[in-house]
Nanobody, 124 residues
Framework: VQLQASGGGLVQAGGSLRLSCALS????????IGWFRQAPGKEREGISY????????YYADSAKGRFTVSRDNAKNTVYLQMNSLKPEDTAIYYC??????????????????WGQGTLVTVSS
């Protein structure tokens, strides 16, 4: 099982980035993928989740209306499109594999497998 996050970088406030999470060793339709972030000195925060079966999506309040999670089953890749970025979005972003119940999608303890993270820096 491997998850490889990429697409981070430096962007000005108001800009956009698209993160990718390339998956190997399992089928995307069999597991959900969560996106988390961790800023310096802060706890890891669940940002978004896409369910394997059916593809239902979930978002943290901080991401609603600005971020969109999607997937390409053929490429076994999950994306996080981030628009209208703010300096407070600066963090290391991680993708993770899990099968959480809907009410617990944002709990990092529900995800046994994690990618290495990609740094997003939003300048003001």
């Amino acid at each position: 099982v491997q998850l490889q996050a990429s697409g981070g970088g430096l962007v000005q406030a108001g800009g956009s980035l698209r993160l990718s999470c390339a998956l190997s060793g399992f089928r995307l339709i069999d597991y959900g993928i969560g996106w988390f972030r961790q800023a310096p000195g802060k706890e890891r925060e669940g940002i978004s989740y896409i369910r394997g079966s059916g593809g239902s999506t979930y978002y943290a309040d901080s991401a609603k209306g600005r971020f969109t999670v999607s997937r390409d089953n053929a490429k076994n890749t999950v994306y996080l499109q981030m628009n209208s970025l703010k300096p407070e979005d600066t963090a290391i972003y991680y993708c993770a594999r899990g099968r959480p119940v809907s009410s617990a999608w944002s709990s990092s303890s529900m995800y046994p497998y994690w990618g290495q993270g990609t740094l997003v820096t939003v300048s003001s």
